[in-house]
């Protein structure tokens, strides 16, 4: 079996690549440890580990871990490995792996053109045209990093959670404002964006919301979407699969 790892900046994904893609698992980043990582991982039959990461720290830990406990090296890839995939941009090395990823997962499982909606800790907007190419991205602070700098940079604001939304009208106090302004301002954004691409392309694209913020939002989403839970880590199987094989 194949161990595949999606480091994100707040959260890793745990997958594994044998007949077929299995999910095994997502952990914040702050609570890593030995015991969450043997409870999510079969031990006895991991025969390689590759990674997709933004998080050199967490990929030290767990690569650290690894070879602890199963005398396994990580592979990770760098840009320069990659190919197989139309990419037109100004610069290749500047593609960040998991935005990669997004996109190998989004060409082998759908029709192109795609709008991929990518909500981590920052909210990014990938755009593959109808030529199956792809050519250009938005890359925002995603919700908790909103409301976090509110916090940071005042000194009355506090940081809160997005667990209960109300609406505008109904926001009477500092938290539920800040909630609200944060929440509604961001689905704003990500409709406007939308719009605002396939008006400048001149055709509609499939829309794929991904990342850990993604669902906190799809309710208020006015276009058609699908949502694909393990975009970046089915993307990092298929491509395994594609180089070395099952």
């Known amino acids: 079996m194949k161990l595949l790892i999606d480091i994100g900046n707040t959260a890793t ?13 997502r952990c914040f980043n702050s609570e890593i440890s030995e015991d969450k990582l043997e409870a999510l991982l079969s031990k006895d039959n991991i025969e390689e580990i590759y990674v997709s990461s933004v998080a050199p720290k967490i990929t030290e830990q767990l ?13 990770e890839f760098s840009v320069s490995d990659l190919s197989n995939l139309k990419i037109k941009i100004d610069n290749k ?6 935005l990669y990823f997004d996109l190998v ?5 759908y029709q192109s053109p795609i709008l991929i ?10 755009l593959i045209t109808k030529d199956n190419v792809f050519n250009s991205c938005v890359i925002l602070p995603g919700m908790g990093i909103s409301k976090r700098i ?18 505008l009208s109904e926001s009477r106090n500092t938290i539920d404002v800040i909630n609200s302004s944060v929440y509604y301002a961001h689905v704003e954004m990500i409709n406007g964006l939308l719009e605002r691409y396939e008006n400048e392309i001149g055709y509609k694209c499939l829309h794929i919301f991904t990342g850990g913020n993604a669902p906190k939002v799809l ?7 699908i949502y694909d839970e393990n975009l970046c880590l089915e993307g990092l ?8 094989g099952k």
Request: glycine share 6%.
């Open 13 to 25: 994904k745990f997958g594994a690549l044998d007949s077929d893609f299995l999910f095994l698992g």
């Open 93 to 98: 090395n500047e593609l960040g792996l998991d």
């Open 117 to 126: 909606v990518d909500m981590g800790t920052a909210t990014k907007i990938l």
């Open 63 to 75: 690569s650290e871990f690894f070879y602890k406990k199963y005398q396994l090296d990580i592979k």
């Open 150 to 167: 509110l916090n940071e940079a005042t000194e009355l604001l506090p940081n809160t959670d997005l667990d209960e939304v109300k609406k």
């Open 237 to 244: 199987s298929i491509y395994v699969e594609k180089k070395v």
């Open 105 to 109: 997962g989004a060409v082998n499982k």
């Open 219 to 225: 309710k208020d989403i006015k276009a058609p979407y």
